[in-house]
Nanobody, 129 residues
Framework: QVQLVESGGGLVQAGGSLRLSCAAS????????MGWFRQAPGKERDFVAT????????IYADSVKGRFTISRDNAKNGVYLQMNSLKPEDTAVYYC??????????????????????WGQGTQVTVSS
């Protein structure tokens, strides 16, 4: 049974940093893109960042570019999101997700939540002003 578990969320002041982790179990995702999405209250789930199976393709939402860094460790079957210079508008529940299709690299495809097959339960990030 595939399971994704996020950790690292919390309450931080504006300008601060957090590092989110997502540990996958149940199967290896070394050949799959892994991504982060977020959902604020009353809003749709939005794309944040994604990283291809090899790490060679990394895509960020414009709103986080230059502040967030996504990485992965295939040996640990994990994906990470380093978030710096946090803003109140970054407040949301953050979800990691995995695309079950092997070797996906299309940018538009990887930005779309419905193309991801496995999801974690989410971790809350709250940024105070």
């Amino acid at each position: 049974q595939v399971q994704l578990v996020e950790s690292g969320g919390g309450l931080v002041q504006a300008g601060g940093s957090l590092r989110l982790s997502c540990a996958a179990s149940g199967r290896s995702f070394n050949n799959n893109a892994m991504g982060w999405f977020r959902q604020a209250p009353g809003k749709e789930r939005d794309f944040v960042a994604t990283i291809s199976w090899s790490g060679g393709i990394i895509i960020y939402a414009d709103s986080v570019k230059g502040r967030f860094t996504i990485s992965r460790d295939n040996a640990k079957n994990g994906v990470y999101l380093q978030m710096n210079s946090l803003k109140p508008e970054d407040t949301a529940v953050y979800y990691c997700a995995v695309d079950a299709t092997y070797y996906s690299i299309n940018s538009r495809y990887l930005r779309t939540p419905s193309n991801y097959d496995y999801w974690g339960q989410g971790t809350q990030v709250t940024v105070s002003s």
